[in-house]
């Protein structure tokens, strides 16, 4: 049976908690597998920086994870143990860090982004209308501040693939990438006295990224994202492992205006300099996992086409 549905009041309608419902054991990953590995097929890709998809991706051997075909695959995923303070009884979590993310051999000399991307449109199906209330919940590690790249700028994303239509219904679906991103000021930049962080969110209705709260302690925290049947983003984030909760409800958006309609996937950003020297900061993600808060007692598999992208939008 399904869990009772959580909501929480919204600027326009009701935001659900994420983790509500069933959690779909086919998507997502607790990393307890001692022989989990990452098969990297290098050179990555960087289609969406040079036009180049350099095939085959790369891929977890559980087949849960991915390679995206625009950007390329952190150069290090590895299974670690789990650091303390970590959910309970969890003995292995993934380390995601990198150091080449743009352009292979060429470095570009500022920020760029690899994707590592969970494989829910395979195990699903296909896309998954919102009408059954997804959500994606993720817990991570956040290191001391000293560990973290000393770099003032993105640092990290908890982000989905989602399709959509403009207010109104009008003009075909399009794909959009609403997410929750960390941003870090470093103290190695002289505008900056002290090392600080907070959570930007993506997007508002304009398309325009807005600061959420600041990130007052590290250590691990929860981050999640839900969608609701009036097509609205919700996006929550609590220190510590616990079980997300109306209190730690952030937001609530139609980012880029659009109504959501179709939930695909959700991924994780790993952003560096890309300098060719400089490693990204070294993060730790555990438990991973998608989760329904209704489904149709005879679910047929659903299936969409993917629209061809838009160029317009920031991924």
Not at 62 to 72: A, D, L, T, Y
Not at 154 to 179: C, D, I, M, Q
Not at 248 to 253: P, V
């Amino acid at each position: 049976m399904l869990a009772c549905l959580t909501f929480v009041g919204s600027a326009s309608g009701q935001a659900l908690v994420p983790g509500t419902g069933e959690r779909i054991a086919k998507v997502g990953d607790d990393f307890e597998d001692p022989n989990w590995g990452y098969t990297f097929n290098n050179p990555k890709n960087s289609s969406e920086l040079d036009g180049k998809s350099r095939l085959p991706d790369g891929y977890s051997n559980n087949r849960r994870w991915f390679e995206g075909p625009m950007r390329g695959n952190p150069d290090v995923l590895r299974r670690v143990p789990t650091p303390e303070g970590g959910l309970p009884g969890s003995e292995g979590s993934l380390l995601i860090r990198t150091l080449q993310a743009g352009t292979p051999g060429k470095p570009s000399g500022h920020s760029q982004q690899d994707d590592l991307i969970v494989n829910v449109r395979t195990h699903m199906g296909g896309t998954i209308p919102v009408s059954w209330l997804p959500s994606c919940v993720v817990r991570v590690y956040m290191p001391p501040f000293d560990e973290w790249e000393k770099r003032t700028g993105n640092t990290f994303a908890l982000r989905a693939g989602t399709h959509g239509v403009r207010p109104k219904g009008e003009g075909e679906s399009e794909e959009y990438w609403p997410g929750m991103f960390i941003q870090f000021q470093s103290k190695a930049d002289r505008r900056h006295k002290q090392n600080a962080a907070h959570f930007l969110l993506r997007a508002g209705p304009s398309g325009q990224d807005f600061k959420g709260p600041e990130i007052t302690e590290t250590g691990w925290w929860t981050l999640g994202i839900s969608f609701t049947a009036d097509g609205q983003v919700h996006y929550y984030a609590s220190p510590g492992v616990d079980d997300l909760t109306t209190k730690d409800h952030i937001a609530s958006q139609y980012p880029y205006g659009f109504r959501c309609q179709r939930f695909e996937t959700f991924f994780f950003d790993i952003i560096a300099a890309d300098d060719g020297r400089t490693w990204s900061t070294p993060w730790i993600i555990d438990d991973a996992s998608l989760y329904l808060a209704r489904q149709p007692k005879v679910a047929a598999k659903p299936n969409v086409a993917t629209q061809p992208r838009k160029r317009g939008r920031k991924r």
